[in-house]
Each structure stands twice: as C-alpha cells, then as structure tokens.
C-alpha cells in the first residue's frame, strides 16, 4: 500500500510530497527519470499533497514592484488541481528567496507595509480557493527564538507578522493560516518556545492564525523522539487548530551506509507515529521525494540522500518504516 492511502486510513487528511517546475528541479541523472518521476508523483494514493518548493516564492511572483508572475507557482497548482491534489501554497513573507528589490528599497514604515499588503493581496488573492493552507510566513525566528532581523522586522517590529496575517485572511478566506519554520519540532528549545509566543501573540490580538508547520528538515543521526514530535505538536495545538509536518527529508552524512539508512527510518518513522497520535496532526509532506531533486547537498556539503527513492528508483528503507508504522 502507498503512503497517502495509508495516511488517510490513520486518520491523517494527506501525505505529500512538494515538487517543482522541471526547469528548476536538480538534474536528473538520464533522460528517462523524468517520466518515471512524473509516474511516481502523479499517483494519488501515494502523495496526495503537494506544494510547489520554489514558484510561489516571492522572487518568482512579484520580480519588480506590482509585476506579478505567477508562471512558476502556477506549474504545481495547476498539477494539483489535474491531478486532485490538495495544495500547500508557499509561501507569502520570508527573508529569503525574496525579490532584490524589497530588500534594497529604502523603505518608510507605511511604504513596506503597503507593499507587504499588496503582495500578499495578489498572491493569496489569485490563488484564492485553490490552497489548502498557506504559509503566510516563513522562518520569522532567530535560533534563539527572538525575532529575525529581516528587512521586515527592521522596519516594522512585530507589526509587519499581525498585518501578513490579517492581509491572508482577507484574501483567502477559506485557507489554513500557518506559521511555517525549521527547528521547532523539539519541545525543550527556546526557538520551539518562540513559534509558540508568535502564535499566541497572533491569536491574542484575535488574528487568525490557524496552523503550525514544522518544516522537519531531520538529521538521521541526532533526530527527535516521537515523545518529543508529539509534546511539541500537543504545545502548538493549545494555540492553534492544526499542525503539519511541512517539509519532512532526514538528511544523512555521506557516504551512506546500512546503519544510516536505519537511523533515516526511524526519524522518518517517528514522524509518523507522532502525526498518527496527535488528534491535530493533519499531514506530513516531504520536501520532495526523489532524491536527485533534494536541496541537501546543495546546502548541506557532505551531506544526501534525505529522501525516499534512490537516483535509480529504488526505495530507501525508510518507505517500508513508514508503511509498517501506519
Ligand atoms: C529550498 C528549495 O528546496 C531550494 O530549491 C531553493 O533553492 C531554496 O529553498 N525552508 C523552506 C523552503 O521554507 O522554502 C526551502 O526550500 C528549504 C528551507
């Protein structure tokens, strides 16, 4: 049985994998891996979610002021909508992947809060119904759980989070709101301690917010307990409706080895089993499935194979973990 399937009978409402457009995707080793991917995407008890990694960024969306271009985003959603997928969108204010020129305007307060306003008025209002959720923002925190200094930030203090989340909910009435970051899935570290004061600050204020994503980019030789995934999930679900697992791939230090491979299927295993026993869990997607297209080793030197398909196609033995574990 394939993952999506056996995510839906445990009571998850999907598993997913994020995807790009084929000129952004990493090389394929040969010119057949494509088709055999598309395959593997296209089967819907296998990934029943999906989220474009890179094309609704802000750098592809809105390249210049008011110049909005949707192209790249519309690759995947379209995908999803063909296919019946459901849609994680992604994401509307990040510091990174941001386009050149928010970054080197020198902005008034009022001029970058228009401007954040308008992006997220254009993007959520265009792909408005079509998204299941929405990462309205992404990686806000510092590892020590305060504020990052994004040009945002610097601007605007903690306004510039309540008025993205008010400008989401305006424009997209009926998608899930969430708060999206890396290195929040442990229930002891301050930036956990900080994903949780940011969401309450929201609903506080009685802004929507209605999510928590941990991306759980996860190292197969130090990863969380499933104790720890599901006390941090059941922390979050005080404050908001749900959580997901966002941008799951366990990353294993090169050369791989048997003894890694097992370490990879625990982590991924334990996701699951946290996902399954936490009533607000509501699906898990990886950061893509195959592992050629991973952004690890460009980002991670020495390090790889986060995935679940091998560049030949065969599976790791973390999608047999996962499958006993549902
Ligand atoms: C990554 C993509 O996978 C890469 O292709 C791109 O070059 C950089 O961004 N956190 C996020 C994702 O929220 O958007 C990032 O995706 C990975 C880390």
Redesign the pocket.
């Known amino acids: 049985a394939q993952l999506h399937k056996l995510a839906v009978q445990a009571g998850l409402r999907y598993f997913g994998a994020?995807t790009?457009t084929p000129h952004?995707r990493e090389r394929a080793p040969y010119p057949e891996s494509y088709a055999q991917y598309d395959a593997i995407l296209a089967d819907n008890d296998e990934f029943g979610q999906t989220t474009p990694?890179?094309g609704q960024?802000w750098l592809f969306v809105e390249p210049a002021p008011r110049l909005f271009n949707f192209t790249e985003g519309d690759y995947v959603a379209d995908l999803a909508s063909s296919q019946g997928k459901l849609l994680r969108c992604?994401?509307l204010v990040?510091h990174?992947?941001l386009a050149p020129w928010v970054e080197e305007t020198n902005w008034t307060a009022p001029a970058l809060a228009d401007a954040i306003e308008r992006h997220i008025r254009a993007v959520a209002g265009y792909y408005r119904g079509r998204c299941h959720a929405w990462?309205v923002l992404?990686?806000a925190l510092d590892e020590d759980g305060s504020y990052r200094q994004s040009i945002f930030y610097r601007v605007l203090g903690e306004e510039y989070i309540k008025l993205a989340f008010r400008a989401a909910a305006a424009a997209d009435p009926d998608a899930k709101l969430y708060y999206?970051d890396?290195g929040i899935e442990r229930p002891d570290s301050v930036k956990t301690a900080g994903a949780l004061r940011l969401v309450r600050m929201l609903r506080d204020e009685g802004i929507r917010v209605d999510g928590v994503g941990m991306?759980a980019?996860l190292h197969a030789d130090n990863h969380p307990s499933a104790e720890d995934l599901i006390r941090t999930s059941e922390a979050y679900a005080e404050v908001v409706e749900e959580v997901a697992f966002t941008?799951l791939d366990v990353r294993i230090k090169l050369p791989v080895d048997e003894q890694k491979l097992q370490w990879q299927k625990e982590c991924y295993q334990k996701v699951v089993e946290a996902c399954v026993r936490v009533d607000a869990c509501v699906g898990i997607t990886l950061?893509?499935f195959y592992d050629p297209f991973s952004?690890v080793p460009?980002?991670f030197p020495n390090n790889g194979a986060s995935l679940l398909w091998f560049e030949d196609f065969s599976k790791h033995p973390a999608y047999d973990g996962m499958v006993e574990t549902f």
């Open positions: 994020a790009d952004q990694t890179n960024k992604h994401a990040w990174s992947q990462d992404n990686e999206n890396y991306q980019h941008e950061w893509d952004w460009h980002v």
